[in-house]
T-cell receptor, first 112, second 110 residues
Framework: EAQVTQNPRYLITVTGKKLTVTCSQN?????MSWYRQDPGLGLRQIYY???????DKGDVPEGYKVSRKEKRNFPLILESPSPNQTSLYFC???????????FGDGTRLSIL | SQQGEEDPQALSIQEGENATMNCSYK?????LQWYRQNSGRGLVHLIL?????REKHSGRLRVTLDTSKKSSSLLITASRAADTASYFC??????????FGAGTTVTVRA
C-alpha cells in the first residue's frame, strides 16, 4: 500500500531535549516536505527536498533541521525544542511539485 | 512566499445542498490544488488544476480557475455528511514550494 509513515504520532517532551520525527515513503518519490499546522494559520512549509542530498528552506525553517540521505526517508530534527514549536506536523511526498502530494497522518508535538 | 486565502472560513449546509468555497492568491502560479482534511488527519488530494485550465471535474467536485482574477473555486454538489471536513487550496508558485491557505471548514448537517 502506498503510504507516508510518520513516527511518533504523539510526543510530549520538554524544552531543550533534542528530538527527531521520522518520515518514510514507499512510492519512490523525489519530492518530500515538512509542514506545521497551527490553528488559523493553515499549513506552513518548514523544509523541502527535491531529491537525495538536496534540501532547502520553506517559509518557517527556524529551529528545525532536515536531512535526505536516502530517497525514502526525510527526518525532521528539533535540536533544542521550544514551546513555540508545539504544533501538528505533516510530512508529504510526490514525484514532482506539480503532482498531488501524499500526506502522512501527522505528528502532534507538545513542548513543555 | 504567497499564501492562498480561502473564503468563507466556515460553512454550514444541509445534506443534499451544494457547497462553494473560494481561494484567492497573489502572484502567478503553475497550478492550484485542493485538499481535504478530516479532523486533524493528514490531507487528502482532491483536484489539481493547471494555470492553462479553466475548469475540472471529479465526481461531485468542480473546480474553476480564473488566472485574471487570481482566484479559484471548489464546488461540492449534493453534499453528504461524509463531506464534513476542512478544505484547503495550495498554490505552486514557481519557487518549488506549495503554499497553503488557512482553509474552509465545512459542516454538513443531516
Amino acid at each position: 500500500e502506498a503510504q507516508v509513515t510518520q513516527n511518533p504520532r504523539y510526543l510530549i517532551t520538554v524544552t531543550g531535549k533534542k528530538l527527531t520525527v521520522t518520515c518514510s515513503q514507499n512510492m519512490n518519490h523525489e519530492y518530500m516536505s515538512w509542514y506545521r499546522q497551527d490553528p488559523g494559520l493553515g499549513l506552513r512549509q518548514i523544509y523541502y527536498s527535491m531529491n537525495v542530498e538536496v534540501t532547502d528552506k520553506g517559509d518557517v525553517p527556524e529551529g528545525y533541521k532536515v536531512s535526505r540521505k536516502e530517497k525514502r526517508n526525510f527526518p525532521l530534527i528539533l535540536e533544542s525544542p521550544s514551546p513555540n514549536q508545539t504544533s501538528l506536523y505533516f510530512c508529504a511526498s510526490s514525484h514532482r511539485l506539480d503532482q498531488p502530494q501524499h500526506f502522512g497522518d501527522g505528528t502532534r508535538l507538545s513542548i513543555l | 512566499s504567497q499564501q492562498g486565502e480561502e473564503d468563507p472560513q466556515a460553512l454550514s449546509i444541509q445534506e443534499g445542498e451544494n457547497a462553494t468555497m473560494n481561494c484567492s492568491y497573489k502572484t502567478s502560479i503553475n497550478n492550484l490544488q485542493w485538499y481535504r482534511q478530516n479532523s486533524g488527519r493528514g490531507l487528502v488530494h482532491l483536484i489539481l488544476i493547471r494555470s492553462n485550465e479553466r475548469e475540472k471535474h471529479s465526481g461531485r467536485l468542480r473546480v474553476t480557475l480564473d488566472t485574471s482574477k487570481k482566484s479559484s473555486s471548489l464546488l461540492i454538489t449534493a453534499s453528504r455528511a461524509a463531506d464534513t471536513a476542512s478544505y484547503f487550496c495550495a498554490t505552486d508558485d514557481h519557487d518549488y514550494k506549495l503554499s497553503f491557505g488557512a482553509g474552509t471548514t465545512v459542516t454538513v448537517r443531516a
